[in-house]
């Protein structure tokens, strides 16, 4: 999944703090967005997806960030 999306420009959008690590350790491609937001459900994630649309839509454009983490709260 990793070589797919930085070869496919696709950013993953994970709760896995595997990800964190990878885009650490390899930066971007693919870039990361970490969702830290604990025991919620599905309606919720995409709540804070879309709350949170425009910085994503910024870190998308950043040439230098690989990781973005959005926190519950």
Excluded: C
Excluded at 6 to 15: E, H, P, Q, W
Excluded at 27 to 54: M, Q, S, Y
């Amino acid at each position: 999944m990793w070589e797919f999306a930085g070869a496919n420009d696709y950013i993953v959008v994970s709760k896995d703090s595997d990800f964190r690590q990878l885009a650490f350790l390899h930066g971007a491609p693919p870039k990361v967005v970490w969702l830290r937001l604990g025991n919620v459900t599905t309606v919720d994630i995409a709540t804070a997806v879309l709350d949170h649309n425009e910085t994503i839509e910024q870190f998308a454009t950043d040439e230098d960030e690989a990781l973005l983490v959005l926190a519950g709260t």
